[in-house]
């Protein structure tokens, strides 16, 4: 046999091996047994040395020929199973995609907060600032400067929490203490207006304190968001477009807004806001005890008899304030029926919201 | 204040349907809490003809009759009354009926015979008092009619709100008043003028008063030969209509003119009264040291010395205002009623009623303020109602001691403040329209236009909440309709919102909680005096809980000093449900105060509590239970999106914290909260289960250091060299130490360090710690080479096991 005739051999032998290969390691053992420096095809060239010269173009020629054809069929195995191993791959890594996902889950704030945060965001975009102040208070700045009576019954202690002061003096009011937890966010009012003049457009969110029992629809410590402007020529008109506006942002712009007459100490003219019921629509439904209406916060122009208190000239300034309960707001809202829920840090409440 | 559409009617004019009527007042201000359709609540009455009338076989008083109720059976029923006959007509409660008194009606037998109804009298249907027998109907009255219909008892009752300001509205006239006025209907206001006959007034009654502001007016009259009996049907009616109940004619007259015009009144019998001088002697005046007056209802009242009385030489027969005497009471033998008519201060009979915890129809007119110009013409006219259906005589004249009459006020209402404070463009018609309709006088001053024009506005009395400009301009607002007011936004100019930079930074501090994972709780501010031992807290020196005079109960009964309670009860509240991830953050309060301090300190910290896994995927991995260092990743995170870096922990021991696993939290070099686990028997105390891990930093200090903006850091061009090292050293020496040596030494190619792994076991003696560590050389400028690295390691190892004492792991 030729030399030749044993390329042609070889080459059909490799041929064979590579297609016989079945992953990319015995692919490697057939690329070595045939084109490594010991393989087969070397060593057939090496004897290429003792051809002829006449011999030795033709032969090189054809071991070239089968060099460069093991080597394409060598890489084209490579390629098949390259792609099979990475199939097997992808196959073998697949994942049942309905299982749960891993994550740390961000917390959440509390709907009181969110709630207050809402309504914050609204009013610093009507141009008010936030104004903030202690939960233990004075008698004055909680009724006398906001014009309550000394014999109202708000500033009884069945209804409002007195705490014992401790600079020995003799107190008057209540028969023992004049420092007292808020009843209202209104003494940061009082205090505003003692410290700043006008122009004054302040929002007072915070914890107040009235003495009820714990149930469904009452809390002894709620959060109240209370507003004041003071500006030259502010008119009931101004209050009234104030929270037509931000009631419609708070509860949608499909929500009815009136204001009801009513009566507060420190404002005149007062009036209670109702909005119109998003249970039913205004047809009147359990949520609304059947008026079509939920009341939602009071307010009124601010009472001259308060402009006194804290030296703001009556004649040239005019003013409004309104407040409202964040409990009662978010209960509306999310149709929470039983106001402890805000209290009692129960983690599957505080994780829906 | 309940009002019968069916007297409101009598006074007004109103043609509006009941709903259009009650949104009309809520509109105007005067809530309409609930609308009642009475008279329904007879259903299963009716008019019943009685056929027969037999003795009970076994009992002398009773009565068995047979009655048709239009059914196809006539109904056997025994009967106790006395008055009737067979023949009569008479109202009839068929079995399953349930009377006003709540009383239901059942088949029973009665002495052995079978009763299937109730043959009924006028207070048992509650149409009128008279108890002492049926209700005797007109022959006419048609059988089996429903009672309600055939007796007309079908109304409609309002339940109105009146706010505090409108004492005139807690009557029916001054309600129908104030519907006049909406409606713009004419409304009456009743009268009577007594026929006066005998002996004048003034020889058997003398009234004095002591202190005039305590009781403006007091007047009185007097009504002879009364007899005491049930009221007529309509009287009855009508009281009851009020949400009061039928007593006998004298009391229910009484009670009708207070529901009337809004005047309380009280019958004394006067020969109870004791005379002085041949009169009977009254003396309005507060109470003497140890007075005391045994009350209507029997008790006997101690009376503090401010409380205002009615006395007579004897002493106090009546709290002015609030409750009458025992002793003065009109009985069924009383024959002479002096009846008082008067004027008390609001804020007197406020304290006397809460005093005593007494509040009556009476009391709570008083408290708002009864009109000084209305007693005597109430007096007339409820003289003469007893003269009427009691069958007296009224004497001649009237005690009327009134030292300073009260005049109408005179206010200046000037339209352009109208307008200005309304933001309308109301013209001087509309504005005098109104307030003339609510019955003031108004009178154009000075000035020219709708805007120049000065108004002279005459108050009468009994709107004593008129007292200023702004209180007219409310009158005039609520009437023409608020929601005819346009609706506009302040235009004012010099205003800047927003939140200040404090505000936004203690925002950013919550949204650094929620991203570490804690969800915000709001916990009581009130804490349980037992919280003090069950901590171990200690106050600092001097500093003092704040305590609350009336608290809700004594587990609330301070305020609290620390929010740890508060959470480590929500953490135990979650477990007991079966919630045991529990992550939780507050911004809140705390408070101290000091001997000699009025308002206490309030300081705000924000403060959490972890226990429980973070997120239990289950399928994936098992999450340790989260412990200190969980609390102190959530502490870092804090610091960093505070912008705070000068901020580290140090062992510390708190009594609530567990030694060993607690730490205080400094912000530069200032000590601003601790963190730690729980301590096991906190934990019991609040029968919560561990570990719980607990923070509070006081907000002020972190939200002081915090920064708004970090500086821009460059981004490494040059490749950095990682070398670890582990360094054996005693249980002792903490890991910041060994970390701030390697930081030192390090120089300015040492970038960072990071503690990777804390090892204690075989290979590492015993007492002893193995901690390795991360470094990362880079050159700011270069790429370091091999010697520069290997040289500034070594040193970094030399400097470092020589400063802590400790040697190179091999």
Redesign the interface.
Known sequence: MSIVDDLQQLRADAATAIAGAEDLAQLDVVRVAYLGKKGSLTSVLRGLGALSAEERPAVGKVSNEVRQALEAAIDLRRADLSSAALDARVLAEAVDVTLPGRRRAPGTSHLITRTVDEIVEIFTGLGYKVAEGPDVELDYYNFTALNTPADHPARTPSDTFYVRDLTGEATAVAGESDVLLRTQTSPVQVRTMESTKPPIYILSPGKVYRRDIADPSHLPQFTQIEGLVIDEGITFGDLKGTLEHVCREIFGPERKVRLRPHFFPFTEPSAEVDVSCGMCGGGGCRMCKGSGWLEILGCGMVDPNVFGYVGIDPERYSGFAFGMGAERIAALKYDIPDLRHFIESDMRFLRQF | MLVSMKWLRELVAVDLPVPELVDLL????T?VEAVEVTGNALEGVVVGHILTKDRHPDAETLWVTTVDVGAAEPLQIVCGAQNFDAGDKVPVAVVGTTLPNGMTIKKAKLRGVASEGMNCSATELGVGGDASGLLILPADAPVGEPFSLYWDLADTVLELEI????PDCLSVAGVAREVGAVTGKPASWPGSTPDESGAPVAGSVTVRIDDPDLCPRYTARLIRGVKIGPSPEWLARKVASCGARSISNIVDITNYVMFELGQPLHAFDLATIAPGGGRADITVRTAKPGERLTTLDGAVRQLAEDTLLITDPTGPIALAGVMGGDATEVTDSTVDILLESACFD??SI??TS?RLGLFSEASQRFERGVDPNGCAAACDRAAQLIAQLGGGTVAPGIVDTYPEIVPPRKLALRMVRVN?????DLDVGTVAGILTRLGLTVTTGSGDGDDGAVLSVTVPTFRPDLE?E??L??EV??VHG??N????????????????PQ?RRR?RA?AA??????????????SDPADVERIGWTFGPGE?P???????SEEQAL?RFTTLPGLVR?VA??QR?G?V?????EI??V?W????????K?REVLSGALAGS??R?G??DTEPMLDFFDGKGVLTSLMEAMGIERWRVHAADRAWLQAGRSAEVLVGGDVVGWLGEVHPKVLDAYEATGPVTVFELFAAPIIKAAREAQPFADIPRHPSVKVDMAIVVGEDIVAERVERAITSAGGTLLESVRLFDVYRGKGVEAGKKSLAFSLTYRGEDRTLTDEEVASAHDKVVRKVTAAVGGELRG
């Open positions: 809520d509109m105007t201000g809530k706010t505090p300001n409108r609001p804020a406020s304290r809460r200005g404070i309304l933001g309308a200023r702004i209180d301009i409310e607002v609520r608020m929601e007011v346009p609706s506009t936004l302040p235009g004012g100019r010099g205003r800047i919102g927003g939140l200040i505000q925002a919550g909680l929620r991203a570490a994972g804690l969800n915000e709780a709001i916990t009581w501010s009130f003092l704040v305590e609350l005079l009336n608290p809700m305020m929500a509240n979650n449900k919630v991830d529990v992550h939780l953050y809140g309060s408070w105060t000091a001997e000699g301090r009025k308002l206490p309030e973070w997120d995927p399928w994936l």
